[in-house]
């Protein structure tokens, strides 16, 4: 062996050994760029290239939300499998994969902080929790949200995210569609603010119970919204449909929202909003 086979092999070695960071560059889901982690954090998850809207679990969004400390809403347990529901995996395998993967127990996340100095509950629904599916857990979350917000006379704030109900949990599942709107009944009987603040995706029974029932609603940009699929639409319709169509931009267009906010102006928007309805509650009520 040579003495340059020798050195070729003790620096291949040397250099395989050093271990580099798995997550030092997060690669942009729509234009494919690679940006170093931290910088795309600090941009709040949102690409600089191609300004999309990545999207993020309760943890990041309370940080970009709330002035600072927040408290966690407590949320009652529910029946985990009620149906002992199986396909290629069994439900509790699968809900224990995603508690895992999120360290959070539920697709929906209830918080208590302030927002530009108003007090707010805010929940938060993550995608990367089986799609942020709607079961009888983010019913639950969304009721103990709405009743927290009521108990402490406060406007509920709910960030969606998900790909509709829970199949696992079949009509237990569809049951949370009017219980949310329960919860609604009781925030508009306190005539307390309820705004809404659809990311990517929003779709399914989701779209079409709490998501699109808020005082004012809020989009971030080119997020996905609506009931079913474009191309299950286009099937049943027998048509194409228009460019951009089930998009936040689209949406806004045809009046199904009321703005569309960039993510690094939306904790001011939020704040602008809680701050005026409070103060409009407060002047009625005197």
């Known amino acids: ?58 943890k990041a969004r309370f940080a970009q939300i709330f002035d600072g400390d ?3 809403v407590a949320v009652a347990k529910v029946v985990e499998d009620p149906l002992k529901f199986r396909d ?8 224990r994969a995603a508690k895992a993967a999120t360290g959070e127990p539920e697709a929906m996340t209830v918080g208590d902080g302030s927002i530009g100095g108003v007090r707010a509950i805010v929940a938060v629904q993550n995608f990367a929790f089986m799609g942020g599916s709607m079961g009888m857990g983010v019913g639950e979350a969304f009721l103990a949200g709405a009743r927290a917000a ?15 109900a829970r199949m696992q949990e079949g009509i237990l599942s569809l049951m949370q569609m009017p219980r949310t709107t ?36 809020i989009a971030e940009p080119k997020a996905l919204i609506g009931f079913a699929g474009q191309r299950v639409i286009e099937q049943t319709i027998r ?3 228009p460019e951009g169509f089930q998009r936040a931009e689209y949406l806004l267009a045809h009046g199904m929202l009321d703005m569309v906010v960039h993510r690094n102006e939306l904790k001011d928007t939020l704040a602008r909003l809680l701050a005026m309805l409070m103060a409009r509650r407060s002047v009625r009520a005197a």
């Not at 690679?34 to 998850?45: A, D, I, P, W």
């Not at 925030?187 to 309820?194: C, D, M, N, S, V």
């Open 1 to 58: 062996m040579s003495w340059i086979t020798r050195t070729r092999q003790q620096l291949t070695g040397f250099m395989s050994r050093r271990e580099t960071p798995d997550n030092l560059w997060t690669k942009c889901r729509s234009c494919g760029t690679m940006v170093y982690t931290k910088e795309f954090q600090e941009n709040l998850s949102v690409c600089p290239r191609c300004d999309h809207h990545e999207r993020i679990g309760p």
């Open 239 to 241: 048509e194409k449909l």
């Open 150 to 164: 009521v108990a402490a006379n406060v406007p509920f704030v709910v960030f969606t995210a998900a790909g509709g």
């Open 182 to 217: 329960v919860g609604i009944a009781e925030l508009k009987e306190a005539r307390l603010p309820y705004l809404v603040v659809l990311t990517d995706p929003t779709t399914g029974g989701v779209t079409a119970s709490y998501a699109m029932l808020g005082d004012i609603q």
């Open 88 to 95: 290629q995996k069994r439900y509790v395998d699968r809900l």
């Open 70 to 72: 927040y408290a966690t």
